[in-house]
């Protein structure tokens, strides 16, 4: 037989020209891609991998191998003394995220894209011994068409039967494996003589390296809606926060000028002072008229219809409310 090709590598090691090409493959993709998303590949077939590559092509690039390759592609790439390697370094392999069955799928694109193009690429298959459950599975109650004779699979898992026409007939839904749980055998040939494959297989993304950051899958399941949530949420909490300590803020300025302004009609009232931009506000105070500049049931268009149904009973009601006026002055 003719001897194996190798190539001389770093440190006078010696690797395969298959191995010499993974990492030339590795190095082109870590040099022109930013984005990097780690995926779980337990249970993905090799066709199935195929298929998500063909997906992907033209959007981006998978890497699968062994840990130890990639791990071995990064440390090399720390020679160069680059901030950029450094960091990837750290991210991936330092804290732990080259573990597992993973691959590596590089891209300058859309993540969302690609997370819907890997999510979509998942094929059902049946439960094997062994493995682990991805999720809850429940065998739904009804006739099997199953002989009399196999009740003793049923009984193995203190499934509750009875015999109806001469078929085995379950009385309930029965929940025969938890998230998590491993997979048994009489679980794995019951639920296949039921004819019930219950797993989607496909690559699980679980992590993804953006630039020098980290995050989870669940960011880039984030709608546009949750973002905007998100935001208003944290100029809030700003905004309180700036009020609380007496710092102003853009969040905070609308607050504070209100207030002032606010202080200076309780002012105007009480001391009988005026200025232009208040003067007319606090003319209506005196005189006993609601101020003009709160007028809040106009956004729901049941309010005015009331006061036109029944004026003279909210009259009282309004002269009650006319220290306040909407503003709050004194508070």
């Given amino acids: 037989m003719p001897k194996k090709t190798v190539f001389k590598?770093?440190?006078?090691?010696?690797?395969?020209?298959?191995?010499?090409?993974?990492?030339?493959?590795?190095?082109?993709?870590?040099?022109?891609?930013?984005?990097?998303?780690?995926?779980?590949?337990?249970?993905?077939?090799?066709?199935?991998?195929?298929?998500?590559?063909?997906?992907?092509?033209?959007?981006?690039?998978?890497?699968?191998?062994?840990?130890?390759r990639i791990?071995?592609?990064?440390?090399?790439?720390?020679?160069?003394g680059s901030e950029r390697n450094e960091t990837l370094y750290r991210k991936l392999v330092t804290d732990g995220l080259l573990r597992m069955n993973i691959g590596l799928i590089f891209t300058n694109g859309d993540l969302s894209d690609i997370k819907s193009i890997v999510d979509a690429n998942k094929i059902q298959?049946?439960?094997?011994?062994?493995?682990?459950?991805?999720?809850d599975v429940i065998v739904p109650a009804g006739n099997t068409g199953m002989e009399p004779t196999k009740t003793s699979f049923f009984q193995a898992l203190n499934i509750g039967t009875k015999i109806?026409?001469?078929?085995?007939?379950?009385?309930k839904d029965e929940h025969i494996i938890k998230v998590g749980e491993k997979v048994g055998s009489s679980e794995a040939t019951l639920l296949q003589m039921l004819g019930?494959?219950?797993?989607?297989?496909?690559?699980?993304?679980?992590?993804?390296?953006?630039?020098?950051?980290?995050?989870?899958?669940?960011?880039?399941?984030?709608?546009?809606?949750?973002?905007?949530?998100?935001?208003?949420?944290?100029?809030?909490?700003?905004?309180?926060?700036?009020?609380?300590?007496?710092?102003?803020?853009k969040a905070s300025f609308p607050h504070v000028f209100l207030n002032g302004f606010k202080n200076l009609l309780a002012i105007g009232v009480t001391a009988d002072f005026s200025f232009p931009k208040g003067e007319q506000i606090i003319k209506d105070i005196k005189e006993g008229k609601k101020a003009p500049a709160a007028p809040?049931?106009?956004?729901?268009?049941?309010?005015?219809?009331?006061?036109?149904?029944?004026?003279?009973?909210e009259e009282p009601k309004e002269e009650e409310e006319d220290g306040d006026?909407?503003?709050?002055?004194f508070d």
Avoid: C, W
């Fill in 325 to 329: 006026m909407g503003f709050g002055l």
């Fill in 125 to 135: 298959a049946p439960a094997r011994v062994g493995s682990v459950a991805p999720l």
């Fill in 196 to 249: 019930i494959k219950p797993f989607f297989y496909g690559m699980q993304i679980l992590n993804v390296y953006d630039q020098g950051s980290v995050y989870g899958r669940e960011v880039l399941e984030m709608t546009e809606e949750d973002k905007r949530d998100m935001f208003k949420e944290g100029i809030s909490n700003i905004t309180a926060l700036s009020l609380a300590l007496g710092f102003p803020t």
């Fill in 164 to 171: 109806t026409k001469g078929t085995v007939e379950i009385l």
């Fill in 296 to 313: 809040a049931p106009a956004k729901s268009g049941g309010a005015p219809a009331a006061k036109k149904e029944e004026p003279k009973k």
């Fill in 71 to 80: 791990r071995k592609v990064l440390k090399d790439r720390l020679k160069d």
């Fill in 9 to 68: 590598a770093a440190e006078d090691k010696e690797f395969s020209k298959k191995k010499i090409i993974y990492f030339e493959r590795a190095n082109n993709y870590f040099d022109e891609y930013d984005k990097i998303l780690v995926v779980l590949a337990d249970n993905v077939q090799s066709r199935q991998l195929q298929d998500i590559r063909i997906a992907l092509r033209g959007k981006a690039q998978v890497l699968m191998g062994k840990n130890t």
